[in-house]
């Protein structure tokens, strides 16, 4: 009996080892494991045999049955190892054609800029206050300490819709409007960007309309070396840690004292350059310290609160930072223009 | 304002600056210096010469040869100037000489003669064409004064002269006169002024004794003055003079206008000279002027005045428009021997009233309007007077005629110390104050550390504390300035709800393809009532339009963005441009007035246009084109993460394909509409077929419903059934599914549309419609005969509903 397996072990072995596909490889499991296979009738055969016997060939004939199912196992893992094979070869593909583009917009520049500064002072503790395009004349100019024949009403011409009513000049009036709701007795620290309008021709340093971000911080004891700070810390994270800043004195009705705000110029970082046009310092935003007459008329008194206050142009601070050449393109919205700068 | 340097230094000691470090130092202490420009580049061999002889050229009609003295020698040159002659001072380069423009001066010889130098024109020295003095505009310059032959022109002329152009804001009207330049660059130099001589003689006649003033405009003329100067001899003024005009880019004239306009420039004080001997009478008279006054200004120029215009009569007619330009009737000329000159303070809104209403800005009427200084005005007349004594031959009249009730007074303004350093973030001390007070020259009482000080009239800018705060941080230089943050508590910013949903939409629109654009608000009017969704335009009563617009193209403010976008489209297209997918976030004007008299209501939308390819991948034969339902899908997918429930209904919309539009509706209010742009109106832009959206954000902003609450996945499985529907070709697919909705019972959990077929195997006229329908209970997994139930439902209320049928 022990014979007979042995040699059955070894005729099923070989006959796996001759199995040339998965159906032969079948036919040879059938064949020696199956109920009518040589296995089955040897298992069978075990209660002819005594006690003694019994356990000795019980084990031998697991073994061999163990040996032939790994063997059969074995190849047919082979065998479908081999049938994957052909079909991934078949289905090898060119992976350098180029893959199905997403569909992907991106923001206009000047929204990114906006963005940009928004959330950088809203980092600062700033909120952003927004406010209407068509502006009375007292929001516009009056609030503003620029009575009706203020001289420096000529330096913005504007487009009057009545006597009364006209296109926004600067987005200043929404800081009056904000302070006028805060009635004067709680600070402001506001941001207010959006689009402002002149009677400008347009040209490629001009636009009729364009943008402006601006911003106001009144406490009680604001500092004008406050606004200095504040507008180092935002030119250094706007622009790059390498950057100075330099005030100088300037003129707007709405503050007092004025400043206008240089960066030093990225290209030569101060020794002048045609970039700076040999200044070494680049203009970029105007402000100061808010002019009482401003505060007076919005409800705060000058002599507890002061304040201060600036502004700037996303437009110019996009030509200087991207080098675009031309305003009009802002307004264009030439694809090839907009789609430049989707990128991070 | 243009500054020569030459000329500051008359009144302020320059030291070693140079153009460029006093440049800077201006800028940096408040007004901003927009450019340097020097009169001639640094010129060597160029010296006077004195034309011995001058004779016509053998062999060429329009040369001469002259022979010209240069001091160390004498030498031939060939000359081209009309206007040589002998006996003539003139400017020789000699060879040697690099002329601007790097023109070398050689020895030539012209038509066979030898010359052996150059006579020179100002122009060809690098003076600007428009302030070289008429008469010497197309020929060589010829001295006038007596000059030393031989020696270097530059002096004589001015050439290394430096001019700084001032950026004036408008509160420094005070460095609107080389004096008001000279205290503040003495105050950065920490310089004192040098103020000019105007004294002179004078005769025993009285100019009270000739001329009569009498004010009756008061309010607008506050002082008027009226001095006589007779015997006077027009002629050229004095060379320096000159030279310091045309730097200040003024073109001389003769003396007696060169004189006035070189005391407004120094003064900042504008003086008029009327030939008294044409003035018709012995009278001044200022008033109003009369409706329909006519008036005939010197550039002979008959104007139109009316009771806003502020003249100067002789009692009778006006002789000047006042501040402004004087008449041609009594203008100085080469006959003037007696002239009056009026120094006066004339109100700056009069001034300013004429200049709009006859486009006559100059520079007296810019000074007025700003404001002169009020004890500069017959400080003015007395220089003037000086300077006729001593260029003009003039004989003064004693006195002054005039009319006074001008305010002389300093203003005063108290400081603190501690109150400057509070507002600065500074630690200057009492001394530094009194330091910075003695820069600006301005006196002052100290009682401690408070100061009340005196401002000077020159400077009419400084009223209040904060003007004198800034003063004093200027001087003392921002540079100095700390940077502090603010010490007030800190309060955390924040995007307001609107504006954080607003960055979201742009988000959606963005990862949906389509990118942002920003157009114009202002448009053509009609373009402003073009495609303007229904809901707007039942609010609008009509488009708000500009007072005065530059131009009907932007005239109008926008009801709709999508025509912008059109325009944008159109414009990329014709830039072979032509896959488009853009949006824009704005807003449109809204007034419900015909006239508007009152702000109109300012209403953000989303718009958008797409056209052309949506899908390419062309090896992979994947081609979709944009179509109604791309956009739509878009549209759907904003709305859906909003949390929003929308209807979308087919609608006529002017300017829209009335096949392919939909309007949108939201708890039945319009909140705009989608579809294709109607083939005619796109044709105006030169496109075809393009889709277009616009949404009230208003409406969606205010209605988001997107709570952020858990809901349990469902753990039951949900079952499944499809429906195929027959009904009529033109039954909206919505309908049938609000339908399906409604029957279907509690535990419907989705439905969509899967299938739409129209054609063979059906009725003509018929559609097919399948519909998958899942059904879900949360709670337990449903019945057969629950689903089969609600199945039934469905089918009985679309054939009661919509004549549909299950298809065979």
Known sequence: ?344 | MLVSLNWLKQYVDLGSETPESLADKITKTGIEVEGIEYVSEKLNHVVVGYVESCEKHPDADKLNVTIVNVGTETIQIVCGAPNVKAGQHVIVAKVGAVLPGNFKIKKAKLRGVESNGMICSLQELGVKEQFVPKDLADGIFVFDEEVEVGRDVTSYLNLDDAILELGLTPNRSDALSMLGVAYEVAAILNEKVQLPNVSYNTSTKRASELVNVEVEAKEDNPYYGAFVAKNITIKASPLWMRNYLMAAGIRPINNVVDITNYVLLEYGQPLHAFDLDKFGSNQIVVRRAEAEEKFKTLDEEVRTLNAEHLVITNGERPHALAGVMGGFESEVSETTRTILLEAAYFDGKRVRQAVKDHGLRSESSTRFEKGVDPNRVKKAGFRALHLLEKYADATICQGVSEYDALDYEEKDVVITTERINERLGTTISDDEIIVILNKLQFNYTQSGSSFTVHVPTRRQDITIFEDMLEEVARIYGYDHLDYTLPEGGQFAGKLTERQALKRFVKQVMEGAGLSEAITYSLTTTERATRLVAPDIKVKAVSPVRLAMPMSEEHSTLRLSILPELLAVASYNQARKEKDIALYEIGTVFVSDEKEVTKQPKELNRLSGVMQGAWLSHPFQQEQKSVDFYVAKGIVETLIERLGVDVQFTKADIDGMHPGRTAEIFANNQSIGFIGQVHPTLAKTYDLKEIYVFDLDLEYLYDAVDVEPRFVQIPRFPSMSRDIALVMDGVTPSGEVLSTIKSAAGEHLYSVHVFDVYQGDNLPEGKKSLAFNLRYLDPTRTLTDEEVEASYMHVLEAVKARHGAVLRA
């Open chain 1, 1 to 344: 009996m022990q014979e007979k397996l042995h040699a059955l072990k070894e005729e099923a072995l070989t006959k796996v080892a001759q199995a040339e596909d998965l159906k032969a490889l079948e036919a040879v499991r059938v064949g020696y494991l199956g109920k009518k296979g040589p296995m089955t009738e040897v298992l069978r055969g075990m209660g002819k045999l005594s006690p003694e016997e019994r356990p000795v060939v019980g084990e031998l004939a697991n073994k061999v049955r163990e040996a032939i199912t790994t063997a059969l196992e074995e190849k047919k893992q082979r065998f479908e190892a081999d049938v994957l094979n052909t079909q991934l070869k078949t289905e090898t593909i060119d992976v350098t054609l180029p893959g199905r583009p997403v569909n992907l917009g991106g923001p206009h520049l000047l929204t990114s800029i906006v963005t940009e500064i928004e959330d950088l002072f809203i980092g600062m503790g700033f909120d952003i206050k927004e406010g209407p395009e068509v502006e009375t004349d007292y929001y516009n100019f009056e609030a503003l300490n620029l009575p009706k024949d203020h001289p420096a009403r000529d330096m913005q011409d504007s487009f009057y819709i009545t006597e009364e009513l006209l296109l926004r000049t600067h987005t200043s009036p929404v800081q009056a409007r904000t302070m006028g709701e805060y009635r004067g007795n709680k600070p402001v620290k506001m941001i207010c960007p959006g689009k402002v309008y002149r009677r400008d021709t347009d040209d490629a340093t001009h636009s009729h309309q364009f943008t402006q971000v601006e911003g106001l911080y009144v406490d009680k004891n604001v500092r004008m070396s406050d606004l200095k700070g504040v507008l180092n810390q935002f030119a250094k994270q706007f622009f790059g840690e390498e950057r100075e800043i330099r005030l100088r004195p300037s003129f707007f009705p709405f503050t007092e004292p004025s400043v206008e705000m240089d960066i030093s110029c990225k290209v030569c970082h101060g020794k002048g350059c045609s970039v700076c046009k040999q200044t070494g310092w680049i203009e970029i935003l105007g402000g100061g310290m808010v002019h009482p007459d401003v505060l007076k008329m919005a409800g705060y008194d000058p002599e507890i609160y002061s304040g201060f206050a600036f502004g700037m142009g996303p437009e110019r601070i996009a030509m200087l930072k991207y080098g675009v050449d031309d305003i009009r393109h802002f307004y264009t919205n030439d694809q090839r223009f907009l789609t430049q700068y989707h990128k991070a």
